[in-house]
């Protein structure tokens, strides 16, 4: 493997284990995903419903990121991923069982959503931390982060497609029934890993301390604040675009599930070539990823604009090929910027603050978008959310190359947070 620099980080024996079970999950993911949206929509033709059913899934992720963080950092990362597989697994099953009995209502597909929403904001900071643990090498480090994504939207590319000839031919709980076999892959992988011992460490605070430690250190650290801000930006403006690729499929191309899941795969498609693109890079300055970011966030806003108003599918198919290259190399960038920078000892809350800014703004993002599209169309929306990543650059951009990427300051910051806490202690 080490011969081909794309997959250097399979070398780590527990990563492989992990990107191959996870690679399987996702398919049955994204196959969920995709029928959650489409019985959403086949039930009630409704744009704002669309919207409200990614809101339900993503918004407890915007509440509850933070606390997941802290216990991320507080308890095994191995653990608290495990634990968050079997619910997600449960969510899965419970959800099969709903559709199958075909007695349900669009609002308890959006109840058993928000149980998702409330699992993955302890699952993500989890996993995408506990991926420094499985990295022997920590040169390989953003490879995996890179891999990582192109596992995402490999997934992205196969389950959707997968889902439309499902939710076409055998129904939607189907989908959902193999959503739930394919964690199975996860969990076995996990089970498999050799890892070193957990020590738990001793603990002079309680939670809200330690999340106020987290906090201090994204303020002071304005190196990797920044790319957090301008993501969530782009969650909320942008990157929700996808909510309405139904009507897109429907109405616009007069095509049916089949069609909703060709379009998600030429996303997908354009997404893992991002991935990969990022994944063939070694090394590198912090400078050549800030520009990295910069212009794979200028191609995203291009290609929605070119996406928009496109009737013919094959040049649609373009674009949509370049959104989802320019998406995922932004949000891939991002997260590799802060996993290469931030100290140890607080990864877990930082990536809290990433993952409230990707999953957390993204159901209001969604909410928004459904709500506009019904005054002003869908393709109006989508060109003035590629017009709006355009103005995010422009607004960012000088602030983020002013600042600092600040790796070793956590001792002082730290050392000032737990300082404070004293003083409030022996006040009270």
Known sequence: MSKFPVFRALQSRNYRLYFYGQSVSLIGTWMQRTAVSWVVYTLTQSPFMLGLSLFATQFPSFILSTLGGVVSDRYWKWRVLLITQVASLVQSVLMMILVWSDHYSVWAILGLGVVLGCINAFDVPARQSLVYDMIEDKENLSNALALNSSMVNLARLIGPAVAGVVLHKLGAHICF???????????????????????????????????????????????IAMPILMLAAMSLLVIPYSTLMPIYAKVIFHGNASTFGLIDSFIGMGAISGALF???????????????????????????????????????MVFAIISGFGMMAQTTMTNTIIQTSV???????????????????MPVGSLLVGTVSQYISAP????????AALVIVAVFWK?????????????SQVSEVREAEVNRTRVA
């Open 177 to 223: 029934l193999l959503n739930s076999v394919s964690f199975l892959a996860v969990i076995g992988s996990l089970l498999q890993m050799k890892l070193p011992p957990y020590v738990k460490t001793l603990r002079k605070k309680n939670a809200i301390g330690e999340w106020r430690e987290g906090l201090v250190y994204l303020r002071n650290t304005p190196g």
């Open 278 to 316: 990022l994944a063939t890079r070694v090394g590198g300055t912090n400078e050549s990823r800030k520009r990295i970011l910069r212009n794979n966030t200028l191609i995203f806003g291009f290609g929605l604009i070119g996406f928009s108003y496109m009737t013919s599918f094959p040049i649609a």
């Open 343 to 361: 100290a140890p000892e607080m990864r877990g809350r930082v990536i809290s603050y990433f993952a409230m800014s990707y999953f957390g703004m």
């Open 380 to 387: 109006m929306t989508i060109l003035f959310e590629g017009i």
């Open 399 to 411: 602030s983020y190359l002013n600042a600092k990427n600040v790796v070793n300051a956590t001792e």
